[in-house]
T-cell receptor, first 113, second 113 residues
Framework: AQSVTQPDIHITVSEGASLELRCNYS??????LFWYVQSPGQGLQLLLK??????LVQGIKGFEAEFKRSQSSFNLRKPSVHWSDAAEYFC???????????FGAGTRLTVKP | DGGITQSPKYLFRKEGQNVTLSCEQN?????MYWYRQDPGQGLRLIYY???????QKGDIAEGYSVSREKKESFPLTVTSAQKNPTAFYLC????????????FGPGTRLTVL
């Protein structure tokens, strides 16, 4: 079955500390991979995406992610977290049935002062 | 500015009433999607449409209906047959289906009293 797993429901980090959010997927081929961020009560904003090529992808707001085929992972990283990064983060994988993406359950990030 | 609009942001309805959520995009995208978001469950696909006058059921289509009479519009009706309609509903669009980047609207929170 094709699926997306975000093992951490909630992560708390101190402002200025580094961050890594995990995403694992099950997929029959090389997938398209995405990370989105959602502030409370808002829609989702695309942080970055991987379609092919360089496995280290740079995104907006200082985020990056690395596609590791051997580990079926696409972890999101940021070297120094800011208080404004507090939000929920979703990993997504596609295409599924050739037509849509599948989303992980999300990881909620809390940033301590 | 190009984007996706959803209205209203908050919607309250009595149990047993049908309600229609609006989604409009001016990105000239062919594909549009409706997701339901519940706490701790990520996003679940309700319906998607690849082209005008065509739409397909997603994972949780029961109790919902859609139409796609215009490229820019994809309204979702939550019918009285939906057992637990209270949720946050997100509309998205992409240039094409098949794993292309999806862009999201701000969402509508529906509360059924």
């Amino acid at each position: 079955a094709q699926s997306v797993t975000q093992p951490d429901i909630h992560i708390t980090v101190s402002e200025g500390a580094s961050l890594e959010l995990r995403c694992n997927y099950s997929y029959g081929a090389t997938p398209y991979l995405f990370w989105y961020v959602q502030s409370p009560g808002q829609g989702l904003q695309l942080l970055l995406k991987y379609f092919s090529g360089d496995t280290l992808v740079q995104g907006i707001k200082g985020f990056e992610a690395e596609f590791k085929r051997s580990q079926s992972s696409f972890n999101l990283r940021k070297p120094s977290v800011h208080w404004s990064d507090a939000a929920e983060y979703f990993c997504a994988v596609g295409p599924y049935n050739n037509n849509d993406m599948r989303f992980g359950a999300g990881t909620r990030l809390t940033v301590k002062p | 500015d190009g984007g996706i609009t959803q209205s209203p942001k908050y919607l309250f309805r009595k149990e047993g009433q049908n309600v229609t959520l609006s989604c409009e995009q001016n990105l000239n995208h062919d594909a549009m999607y409706w997701y339901r978001q519940d706490p701790g469950q990520g996003l679940r696909l309700i319906y998607y449409s690849q082209i005008v006058n065509d739409f397909q059921k997603g994972d949780i289509a029961e109790g919902y209906s859609v139409s796609r009479e215009k490229k820019e519009s994809f309204p979702l009706t939550v019918t009285s047959a939906q057992k637990n309609p209270t949720a946050f509903y997100l509309c998205a669009s992409s240039a094409i289906t098949g794993g292309d980047t999806q862009y999201f609207g701000p969402g509508t929170r529906l509360t059924v009293l």
